[in-house]
Nanobody
């Protein structure tokens, strides 16, 4: 059974940093791309960042590029999102996700992802 569990969310002030983690279990995730998405109340789920199986290739949303860094450690099946210079508009529930296909281009489309965690809340106050 595939399971993704996010952690690390919280309440911070604008300009602060926060590190999210996603623990993966249920299969060998080292072959699959993994991504972060977020959803604010009343808005659609949006892409944040994705990393390929090797950790060498990444893709970021324009809104977070230069402030957020995605990484993974395949030895412990963990995905991370280091967030800095946080803004109130970063407030959302953050989800990690992974695909069920290998050797495909990195994707920013939520519908391309097959497994999702339950989310962790990030709130940035001004």
């Amino acid at each position: 059974q595939v399971r993704l569990v996010e952690s690390g969310g919280g309440l911070v002030q604008a300009g602060d940093s926060l590190r999210l983690s996603c623990a993966a279990s249920g299969r060998d995730f080292s072959h699959y791309a993994m991504g972060w998405f977020r959803q604010a109340p009343g808005k659609e789920r949006e892409f944040v960042a994705v990393i390929d199986w090797s950790g060498k290739n990444t893709l970021y949303a324009d809104s977070v590029r230069g402030r957020f860094t995605i990484s993974r450690d395949n030895t412990v099946h963990t995905l991370a999102l280091q967030m800095s210079s946080l803004r109130p508009e970063d407030t959302a529930t953050y989800y990690c996700a992974t695909r069920d296909r290998i050797l495909v281009p990195l994707s920013s489309a939520p519908n391309d992802y097959d497994f999702w965690g339950q989310g962790t809340q990030v709130t940035v106050s001004s």
